[in-house]
């Protein structure tokens, strides 16, 4: 043990001084399963405050010291991986793949709109450091017939506590791994416009992240039913504040309000939807003074998220919850209706070389959709939510369940094995005539000279009893 304590002190004090007082680079999000194993090992171990992704890396390089003595290989792996982000420039990601599916009309859950017959697909993504304050980022995903996904291309700049990026920077407000209620990988990326701190501040380790982003056009929007639908392209701002009142515990409050497209918004209009959305978005009744329903602000949706990182028996793990809500209770801004239960379940070392995360969200009515926006909670027409909201018919409100259980297991130093099983049901529907839905996701990956090959087979029957098949070999470097 004393010959190891060396080099470990020795890569922390490389790991704390790497980083420059600036902007940070982002990690994987939904591309890379095998780092992002790694990464949410680290979150639980450490009792890392974040409630969102993709993490900064600079804030991931702090946090991994912690891990150093209590867990060398994972440190090891993660350092060794964060090595690419230390540089002036690098291309971070390149990955392949070919893909054969006997089913098409099936939206791949967290792949940003992909659906399962493309029968190939590649992604990339890199940086350039000019300078300590700026950064430029580039990346993006090609598949058949979808065309060119610009994803991880934005520039960023600022300092570390205030970093502004431009460009296509995707969000995931969640602490879960598969899914995330308000906002996740479902569909697209917007154009948009973040802040956020990739140092934590305080020591409640208080974190910010506000967005406000172009959704592509959206058609059959009406504000006003006396007059006929129009077409435009909505604005979505995100906004995100989490805190970490002991350090076992991480809570944030998170905000999505989908809104305009018509060019009549103001302002003054987005900030009394903040902080007044009874009188903004509730229209009628005695509780709201909004008696014209032509002047209703937009779409909101709010919810407070929990992480717990705890030991039982020396076991690590997490507990997740998250209470969301699509609307307001009774007219009272404080109180939500339409609710969202999530709960979740992470172990990251079940043994040695297993780890097993849990899933579970129910829904009640309308989630994703909307009278004024008829293509709902969308952009490019699919849903930015929960993939359980892709499953139903589009205009659907009906509410249902949702889960996962997912098993990895790193059978040997070069090889690993992993096991996702998906299920969704809904609530009797107008619509259709929904059934439970079951999937099944196995996967293969083997290192090949420091890169990656992957056997992946998808497989199940979706809510309108319709079964399907796909199968994929990737490459990655």
């Known amino acids: 043990m004393k010959f190891f304590k060396l080099p470990c002190l020795l890569l922390c004090f490389v790991n704390m001084t790497s980083f420059a007082k600036g902007p940070s680079p ?63 420039a690098a291309v971070t990601h390149v990955a392949v793949q070919i893909n054969y599916s006997d089913t098409e009309n099936i939206t791949l859950p967290n792949q940003r709109g992909q659906m399962i017959d493309a029968n190939y697909q590649a992604s990339f993504s890199g940086f350039w450091q000019i300078n300590q304050y700026l950064i430029l980022n580039g990346g993006g995903k090609y598949y058949e017939d979808g065309g060119y996904v610009q994803t991880n291309s934005f520039i960023s700049f600022g300092i570390d506590v205030l970093q502004v990026d431009v460009g296509y920077r995707e969000h995931w407000i969640s602490p879960f791994q598969d899914s995330a209620v308000l906002l996740s990988t479902q569909a697209k990326p917007p154009l948009s416009v973040t802040i956020s701190n990739p140092s934590l501040i305080t020591d409640f380790n208080l974190k910010y992240e506000i967005s406000i982003g172009v959704l592509d056009e959206h058609t059959n929007i009406s504000f006003d039913k006396d007059l006929p639908p129009i077409s435009g392209e909505p604005a979505l701002l995100t906004m995100h504040f989490s805190a970490q009142p002991f350090n076992w515990w ?50 909101q949706q709010a919810s407070i998220s929990n992480r717990f990182d705890l030991d039982l028996f020396d076991m690590p793990f997490s507990l997740f919850y998250e209470y969301a809500g699509e609307d307001t209770n009774n007219y009272t801004n404080h109180k939500l209706a339409n609710l969202a239960n999530s709960f979740g379940l992470f172990l990251p070392y079940l043994t040695d070389n297993v780890s097993l995360n849990m899933e579970f969200t129910t829904f009640q009515s309308a989630w994703y959709t909307h009278h004024i926006y008829g293509e709902g909670y969308s952009n490019d027409g699919v849903k930015m939510g929960h993939w359980w909201g892709s499953m139903k018919d589009p205009k659907d409100g009906v509410g249902g369940e949702a889960g996962s259980v997912r098993l990895d297991w790193q059978s040997s130093e070069e090889s690993q094995v992993s096991m996702l099983y998906r ?26 000279d420091a890169n990656f090959l992957g056997v992946k087979l998808y497989l199940g029957r979706n809510n309108y009893s319709n079964n399907f098949v796909r199968t994929s070999i990737s490459y990655s470097w």
Not at 39 to 59: D, E, G, S
Not at 254 to 275: E, P
Request: charged fraction near 20%; hydrophobic fraction near 30%; include cysteine.
């Open 26 to 88: 982002y990690l994987p999000l939904q591309t890379d399963p095998l780092i992002e194993l790694e990464l949410n090992r680290l979150a639980t171990l450490a009792k890392l405050p974040v409630l969102t992704k993709p993490y900064h890396a600079a804030t991931v390089n702090r946090y991994l010291k912690k891990v150093a003595y209590s867990h060398p290989s994972l440190y090891k792996r993660i350092s060794t991986y964060l090595q690419r982000y230390k540089k002036e």
């Open 250 to 299: 991480t809570i944030g409050f998170n905000r999505t309000l989908m809104f305009g497209g018509d060019d009549n918004v103001t302002g003054r209009d987005i900030w009394n939807a903040i902080i007044d959305p009874v009188n903004s978005d509730n229209c009628g009744g005695n509780g709201t003074q909004l008696q014209n329903c032509s002047e209703e602000f937009g779409n």
């Open 423 to 448: 299920t969704a049901n809904f609530n009797k529907s107008s619509y259709e005539n929904y059934q439970r839905s079951h999937e099944l996701e196995l996967n293969y990956t083997r290192v090949i």
